[in-house]
């Protein structure tokens, strides 16, 4: 595949269930970045990895989430002890330079 | 901090009439802008990119400007196709090193 994928593509989880969201980026892509998309809203950035530096976590809401990329490649998303706020879209990015990538998201529903 | 609002929220337009989308920013100091659209349940796919250098891009029926100075973007979709429903999104690159700030979309239906 040439684009970015996403898996789940859809997640229904219970709350206080730990999730965790893949996301493959584009071969190459040094980039990768992680933003939420919450009904009406526009996306929030949650986490950014750029080759080997350490990560921007800045936009993670709590410690309840983390996200890790191994290899420079795959990167999963997980998010611990789940509540109805999360609910939202997740989508990844990845980027050779400054334009960004999307994948189709994971569409994460709390009950 | 950054802020990217668009104006206006939602947009109806018959078949075949040219619109313009606006995107302004708070802080005139960006690296670059880039237009996306976003289909229903999907990711966004990006339209057009313009460097803080350029005054506009084109590409086919879109046409992007820039004006940093006054913190404003424009896209213009010419002849107007029921295809092109979609919402547009605007993002602002500050720096190059930081993430990209998104406004909240612009929701287009072209009506056949």
């Known amino acids: 595949g040439a684009g970015v994928s996403q898996s789940p593509s859809n997640k229904v989880t219970e709350k206080g269930k730990d999730v965790e969201l893949r996301c493959d980026p584009i071969?190459?892509?040094?980039?990768l970045y992680w933003y939420r998309q919450s009904l009406g809203q526009g996306l929030e950035f949650l986490i950014y990895f750029q080759g080997n530096s350490a990560p921007d976590k800045s936009g993670l809401p709590s410690d309840r989430f983390s996200a890790e990329r191994t290899g420079g490649s795959v990167s999963t998303l997980t998010i611990q002890r789940t509540q109805q706020e999360d609910s939202a879209v997740y989508l990844c990015?990845?980027?050779?330079?400054?334009?960004?990538?999307f994948g189709p998201g994971t569409r994460l529903t709390v009950l | 901090k950054q802020e990217v609002t668009q104006i206006p929220a939602a947009l109806s337009v018959p078949e075949g009439e040219n619109l313009v989308l606006n995107c302004s920013f708070t802080?005139?100091?960006?690296?670059?802008l880039q237009w996306f659209r976003q289909d229903p349940g999907k990711g966004l796919t990006s339209l057009l990119l313009i460097q803080s250098s350029q005054r506009e891009q084109t590409s086919g029926r879109l046409n992007a400007s820039l004006d940093k100075s006054s913190g404003r973007s424009t896209l213009y979709i010419a002849a107007s196709q029921p295809g092109d429903s979609a919402t547009y999104l605007c993002a602002v690159d500050d720096s190059g090193n930081t993430p990209l700030v998104f406004g909240k979309g612009t929701r287009l239906s072209v009506i056949a």
């Open positions: 802080d005139s100091a960006i690296y670059n």
């Open positions: 990015a990845s980027s050779p330079a400054r334009s960004l990538f």
């Open positions: 071969s190459g892509h040094t980039a």
